[in-house]
């Protein structure tokens, strides 16, 4: 089974930055495209940014040019480098494929506020 654990939330300032990590197991990691995920309590989750081969990234237009994804194939890693923070970003941010699994990490809680 193909699972992703999330690390690197916690609270910052706005304008403040955090570097999201995602680590996937199975061979499935390499195969497919990435995507980070966030999730605001009673609302439904939504796409923040997704990478594949041969294409160019791709970001909601909220966090464009704020926030970078990428990954590390050798590692089975992607991540999310997230900068110019806003209290809207506060959510939890999960990875998953993309098109995403039904399956799911559990996340990582990135809260920004003073």
């Known amino acids: 089974q193909v699972q992703f654990v999330e690390s690197g939330g916690g609270l910052v300032q706005p304008g403040g930055s955090l570097r999201l990590s995602c680590v996937a197991s199975g061979s499935i990691f390499n195969s497919y495209g990435m995507g980070w995920y966030r999730q605001v309590a009673g609302k439904q989750r939504e796409l923040v940014a997704t990478?594949?081969?041969?294409?160019?990234?791709t970001y909601a237009d909220s966090v464009k040019g704020r926030f970078t994804i990428s990954r590390d194939h050798a590692k089975n890693s992607a991540y999310l480098q997230m900068n110019s923070l806003k209290p809207e970003d506060t959510a939890v941010y999960y990875c998953?494929?993309?098109?995403?699994?039904?399956?799911w990490g559990q996340g990582t809680q990135v809260t920004v506020s003073l």
């Open positions: 990478i594949r081969s041969a294409a160019s990234p």
């Open positions: 998953n494929l993309y098109p995403p699994l039904q399956r």
